[in-house]
């Protein structure tokens, strides 16, 4: 699976969005992600490098919301990649889809071209 190849060559990058997404996840739905009193998922992932949320991605990100017709919150994940400098993004939105040179790619797929 993608996640493998990216724990395995230790190039995985996350945005503060997925962190957020984790937190909301587990306040809503703890018997998810929050099973040992905390979302587990933020911990395991806090080892990759992270993308911060600046006022200029903020800035970036409404942009993308506007010129590719998306959520603002996806266009957050989209930039965090795009400052990254990485062509694929592992997303359920627009699974194949290209946007700014950035590939999405759904999570759950076999692998992903280096």
């Known amino acids: ?12 990058v996350l945005s503060t969005r997925f962190c957020q997404n984790c937190a909301s996840t587990c306040a809503a739905r703890p018997e998810i992600l929050c099973r040992g009193g905390g979302p587990p998922l933020i911990r395991e992932y806090s080892t990759w490098e992270v993308v911060a949320n600046t006022p200029e991605s903020v800035l970036k990100a409404l942009d ?4 590719y017709k998306t959520s ?4 957050l994940i989209l930039q965090a990649a795009e400052n990254a400098a990485h062509r694929s993004l592992l997303g359920r939105f627009g699974d194949g889809t290209t946007l700014r040179a950035i590939q999405v790619v759904n999570p759950l797929v076999d692998s992903i071209a280096p």
Do not use: T
Request: charged content about 25%; overall charge negative; aromatic content about 16%.
């Open 1 to 12: 699976m993608v996640l493998e190849q990216l724990w395995d060559s230790g190039l995985g």
């Open 72 to 75: 603002f919150w996806d266009a």
């Open 64 to 67: 993308i919301e506007m010129r």
